[in-house]
């Protein structure tokens, strides 16, 4: 069965210091996503994206946020410069788009914990 | 602002019986409704969706219902068994609000006794 996936799944980092998060959506789906979980708390939505732009962005994801497709089948998320409180589980999360009630679920990754020290 | 409500605490049942979840949406309504399941450490894992024009859909031992009116939406997993524990997490897809996105609930954590 297809499924998203992520690399690294952990990840350490120095405040201040820039990451790259990386996925790999179902290949057939048209739309993919970000979404942060801090530890305990609830998942909470960062970025959308479709057809090679940004088309909704959360409160959350300011200027040190970037996302990009660099090619067909990668996904990933930047993070300029790394803030304490940034330290939380990543995942990414992918649609098919097109009508149907399973067309329109989000699949998701098995995340990446980011520890910002 | 929008609000989804789990119940915080955790649910302990013997294992055999039906596990009853809820979630409880403020203010407008979703175009539809999922439910996932995340272990800890890892991603949600889709379950069922649901939408606004359906009452109940089923899946297995799995039972969502969702009643617009009340603006709640109930998951049963009959026959629960201990691999059942898990963090159950409702997540909402709204259209009204412009949000194209998931809006997740914080879930209620399942616990199943053998």
């Known amino acids: 069965e297809p499924e998203v996936t992520q690399t690294p799944s952990h990840q350490v980092t120095q405040m201040g210091q820039e990451v790259i998060l990386r996925c790999v959506p179902i290949?057939?789906?048209?739309?993919f996503y970000w979404y942060r979980q801090i530890l305990g708390q609830k998942v909470e939505f960062l970025v959308s994206f479709y057809n090679n732009e940004i088309s909704e962005k959360s409160e959350i994801f300011d200027d040190q946020f970037s996302v990009e497709r660099p090619d067909g089948s990668n996904f990933t998320l930047k993070i300029r410069s790394t803030k304490l409180e940034d330290s939380a589980m990543y995942f990414c999360?992918?649609?098919?788009?097109?009508?149907?009630?399973?067309?329109?679920?989000?699949?998701f990754g098995p995340g990446t914990r980011l520890l910002v020290l | 602002s929008q609000k989804i409500e789990q119940n915080s605490e955790a649910l302990n049942i013997q294992e055999g019986k039906t596990a009853t979840l809820t979630c409880n949406y403020t203010?407008?309504?979703?175009?539809?409704l999922q439910w996932y399941r995340q272990d800890p450490g890892r991603g949600p894992v889709f379950l069922l969706l649901?939408?606004?024009?359906?009452k109940e859909k089923r899946k297995e031992r799995l039972k969502v219902t969702f009643d617009t009116t009340l603006k709640q939406s109930l998951f049963h997993i009959t026959a629960s068994q201990p691999a059942d524990s898990a963090t159950y997490l409702c997540?909402?897809?709204?259209?009204?609000?412009?949000?194209?996105?998931?809006?997740f609930g914080s879930g209620t954590r399942l616990q199943v006794q053998p």
């Open positions: 649901i939408r606004e024009n359906e």
């Open positions: 203010n407008y309504s979703p175009a539809y």
């Open positions: 999360a992918s649609r098919g788009g097109l009508a149907g009630p399973y067309q329109e679920t989000q699949y």
């Open positions: 290949s057939n789906h048209l739309y």
């Open positions: 997540a909402l897809f709204f259209m009204d609000t412009g949000r194209r996105a998931l809006t």
